[in-house]
Each structure stands twice: as C-alpha cells, then as structure tokens.
C-alpha cells in the first residue's frame, strides 16, 4: 500500500515539486505518467525512501517513512521494495546468480540458493544462472533484474519506463511479466512512463473498469 498527503519536494536551486494524494491499495496497480522532467522518478524516490520530502506525508507498506533514519530506511527498503530501474545496473563482472545473491547480501542475509534459482526460474531465466550479463539478451537482461528486484518478496514494486525503447510485442511482454510478478506475491506496482502504450496492456478489472489507479503529474512550477 501506499498513502500520500500533501507531499512534495524540492531541488536546491530548483522547482518545487507538488504531488497528488494518492491511497493505493496493498496488490493495486498505479499507472504514475506525465511528461519527461514532471517528476515522476523523484516521486520514485521519495516512495523507496531514497530522498526525504520537503514537506507532506508518506506511508509505504504500513511504515511511515518519515519515522525512518538513514540505516532504519535502508534496511526497510531491502525488504519491503523492489525496484526495476529504467538502466539495469546488473554488475558486468557478475554471473547472474551472483547479481542477485548481491541483493541477499545487501540487505544482511547470506546468499539463498533455492530462493534465487526459485526467482530465477519463475521467470524463465535460470538456465542463465552462470553466465553475465553481457552474454544474455536485453530481453533476458530485464527478466533478470525483475527477479532481482522481487527476490526478498517485497510488497511494493517499483519499475521505472519499462517499455522504454521496446517494440510493441517486447513491451506487452514487459508489462505482463510485471503484472503476473506482482499479482503472484500480491505486491503494489507502480509503472512509471510517458509511454501511452502502457494503459491499454493493463487488463481490465473484474468490474469491466480500468484495471490500474492513474496518477498523472504535470511539470510544476515555483
């Protein structure tokens, strides 16, 4: 779940940021769009706890991120987040095995050999185990770090412009990898994009109604 209340942020020397309220529901899916530079990948980050707002309310998987200190939010969000960031940042000198038994690591746990080549098979992927990633496809590259990013079963997921430079078929598939992800481990995920391809791949609700919350940011000013 996420909750928002009169959240904002600003940048020194830069915009004020002002974003909606927002009440997302723990296994709901929000579609945050708008154009490049309305801040959609802030409004990422102060959901992961990366930045503090400058002002407002935020509440993630039942934590208030504001009660949160610096080595507090980074053990919140190896648990309770998983992030597939626009840029993969999958380590080059890593097998993929080793790319994800890093998020173990990371966040205190020794490396879980089921758990992993479990994420890994889950989508289609662990016969890739041993290889880098420099010898597997983007394709599977991004398949790789969606099991990296929902390993420790987190209840929010975060992907940033999945469909960014995808053809259409590649895209329904990213967007469909993502959605059966979530619904799987009945975590919140958030889709940002500028790609008006993304609504139309996310299936209707039982209801006959869209089946994900918009949320459209505009470029704000001072």
Request: aromatic content about 4%.
């Amino acid at each position: 779940m996420i909750q928002t209340r009169q959240l904002s942020y600003q940048y020194p020397q830069g915009p004020l940021l002002r974003f909606p309220d927002v009440d997302v529901a723990q296994g709901a899916v929000l579609l945050l769009s708008g154009p490049s530079g309305c801040g959609k990948s802030t409004w990422l980050a102060l959901v992961a706890a990366l930045v503090a707002p400058t002002s407002g309310q935020l509440t993630v998987a039942d934590q208030a991120l504001g009660a949160l200190k610096s080595v507090a939010a980074d053990a919140w969000r190896a648990k309770a987040i998983g992030f597939l960031p626009q840029k993969l940042h999958l380590s080059a000198a890593l097998s993929v095995y080793q790319n994800l038994a890093m998020t173990q690591w990371a966040a205190g746990q020794p490396a879980d050999a089921p758990r992993i080549h479990a994420a890994l098979q889950a989508l289609g992927v662990d016969d890739l185990a041993q290889r880098k990633p420099g010898q597997i496809s983007g394709g599977q590259a991004q398949r790789v770090a969606l099991a990296r990013a929902v390993l420790l079963q987190p209840r929010v997921i975060l992907a940033d412009e999945p469909t960014a430079s995808l053809d259409d078929e590649a895209a329904a598939q990213a967007v469909g990898l993502l959605l059966a992800t979530a619904r799987q481990q009945n975590a919140t995920l958030v889709i940002a994009t500028h790609d008006a391809r993304v609504a139309g791949l996310v299936p209707l609700g039982s209801d006959g109604k869209i089946g994900f919350q918009p949320l459209f940011l505009l470029r704000n000013q001072l």
